[in-house]
């Protein structure tokens, strides 16, 4: 606790933890179980056809519900990147690191992820990529169970 | 728009606290000196004041030293009687006090209505150091572990900077006029947090954040609060100075809320649209302009926005950084923005406009400033607001 001179106000810090369990709900957690198995399964909007990954309840855009799951594969495109030099708070991945908006192919958004196994100067929008999974220890129903991406050959 | 509640609302006072990067002060000690101030300059006294609205309230949790006190701490520490408060976060982002406090006034619920908006982030970040540190402050495990398509503010901005490179051609030359603009600007303004000449060549060979979005593309924290008292049209002939008059806001959410499944680059294009729908006034007749600029980029797309230049054209725009400087076309962030001025967070940008408009901008008054705009916010809480002179 200190007091800044003269003033008679008082600031504190203190170090908090917290302990928390996640409930993703349905649609999120078969999502993330498909991803433990090394599959990427998204949604398709009964109402404008698009297909979300990951799958939301119902459809942001058109608000139609509830998604029907549709496999999607694990390549797709880079619609947008940045090479991050500062570090991430609650991420492991020491800077820097390539970070970038992906579309699969088949799907109608971008999610994020890590690029790798390129030099940085090399990325492009528009470039192909394709997911490198975890290995079998590693898999779990989470986003990292991608390691990163990388690119294809076109 | 035949009657609008706008031309019911003058904005009568403004009022500043000591701005600076670590004061070392509580938010609410910040708070009362800028309430106090604008009250004094609006020619009222706190027993006249009737409603109180501010922007995140109370209980928001984003960062340290994000949410100022809550209004509860703030009536209570003034022994104001309201009729009307409101703290709210989500809304048309750091104008969705003035706007609802607007409102009020014209609904009848009171006269006069105090908005105040208060960030210790400068103290607050330097405390957290060492212990959170990194992009965000905020930890956003869960969310990225659990699926959640967020990241820290810097990441989504690169991406959508990127993205507008891209599509455009925009170049970094471009974007670094928005944060050399508003550093030449803050050279002008004795409160503005960093001073000192900055030159392109600094800001190319700057440190990288996350590319393309180097360290002078990322607002400054600091500690501050901004109050402005907002009035009932028919005291702006008792007040004692000159008041600025509400000719038209812009309130409507961008049309879709998150970044990477819909990226868009002009999230302020349904608010503008709603303001400029309200006024006779084109974006021609603007004299003036504080356009946010948590991030330099953001900046470009309020001018996009607003309908200041064409999609995909604002870098052309503010290339060379003559037209968006003082004694251009359309002068920006003439106090520096938060860039450089220091990130008061929105109503920092009101204050400064309200100056301009008044005609009390000192070294940086913009020449024959009658009509400002004023656009605050990225996705997916965005506002805006059409200032007039008055008379």
């Known amino acids: 606790v200190s007091e800044p001179e003269g003033r008679g106000e008082h600031s504190m810090s203190a170090r908090v933890r917290t302990k928390y369990t996640y409930e993703p709900g349905l649609t999120l957690s078969r999502f993330l179980r498909a991803l433990g198995e090394r599959r990427v399964e998204g949604g398709r909007c009964p109402g404008c056809a698009k297909v979300y990954v990951p799958p ?4 942001p855009a058109c608000g139609a519900g509830p998604m029907t799951p549709v496999p999607v594969g694990d390549r797709g495109t880079i619609v947008s990147y940045t090479v991050v030099h500062v570090p991430v708070a609650g991420s492991p991945t020491k800077p820097p690191f390539a970070w970038a908006w992906i579309r699969l192919d088949g799907a109608d958004v971008t999610f994020p992820h890590l690029l790798g196994g390129v030099p940085v100067e090399d990325i492009v929008v528009g470039q192909k990529v394709r997911a490198v ?8 129903p989470s986003w990292e169970s991608i390691l990163h991406f990388v690119p294809v050959p076109p | 728009v035949a009657q609008k509640f706008e031309d019911d609302v003058v904005i009568a006072g403004i009022g500043q606290s000591a701005v600076g990067r670590r004061l070392g002060r509580a938010p609410l000690a910040l708070t009362l ?12 006294s706190l027993d006249d004041i009737g409603g109180l609205a501010s922007y995140p309230g109370g209980g928001t949790s984003v960062g340290p030293g994000f949410a100022g006190p809550s209004l509860a701490d703030v009536y209570d520490a003034l022994g104001l009687d309201v009729d009307f408060m409101m703290g709210s976060f989500e809304g048309p982002a750091q104008l969705g006090p003035v706007i609802s406090g607007s409102l009020a006034i014209s609904a009848g619920l009171t006269r006069h209505v105090v908005v105040f908006r208060t960030v210790t982030e400068g103290s607050a970040r330097h405390a957290a150091r060492g212990r959170q540190g990194g992009a965000g402050g905020e930890s956003r495990e869960t969310g990225r572990r659990a699926g959640g398509v967020e990241g820290p503010a810097v990441l989504s901005y690169a991406l959508l900077a990127r993205r507008h490179f891209h599509e455009y051609g925009t170049s970094r030359d471009q974007l670094a006029q928005i944060a050399l603009t508003a550093r030449k600007h803050a050279g002008l303004n004795p409160h503005a947090v960093f001073r000192e000449p900055l030159t392109l060549d600094d800001y190319l060979s700057a440190r990288m954040i996350a590319d393309p979005l180097c360290l002078y593309d990322c607002d400054v924290h600091c500690d501050g609060s901004t109050a402005v008292v907002l009035s009932h049209a028919g ?3 008792d007040a004692p100075g000159p008041v600025v008059r509400l000719e038209a806001v812009g309130a409507a959410p961008p ?9 868009d680059l002009l999230p302020g294009r349904r608010a503008a649209r709603q303001m400029w729908g309200r006024t006779d006034l084109r974006p021609g007749d603007v004299d003036v302009a504080g356009l946010y600029d948590g991030f330099s980029i953001l900046t470009m797309f309020w001018l996009e926005a607003l309908g200041f230049c064409g999609v995909g054209e604002s870098g052309a725009f503010v290339a060379g950084g003559d037209r968006i ?3 251009g076309q359309l002068p920006v962030n003439t106090n520096g923005g938060q860039l450089s001025g220091g990130r008061l967070h929105g109503l920092g940008f009101l204050h400064e406009m309200c100056l301009q408009l008044r005609g009390q901008a000192g070294p940086r008054q913009a020449e024959s400033a009658r009509v400002a705009v004023v656009a605050v916010g990225a996705l997916p809480y965005v506002g805006c607001l059409l200032l007039r002179a008055d008379q």
């Open chain 2, 325 to 327: 400087s003082l004694g």
């Open chain 2, 33 to 44: 000196d800028a309430i106090t101030a604008a009250v004094a300059d609006a020619g009222l």
């Open chain 1, 56 to 59: 939301r309840v119902r459809c």
């Open chain 2, 255 to 263: 049309p879709r809320s998150q970044h990477p499944q819909h990226a």
């Open chain 2, 235 to 237: 005291y702006a002939a």
């Open chain 1, 133 to 140: 999974w975890a290995p079998d220890d590693q898999l779990a």
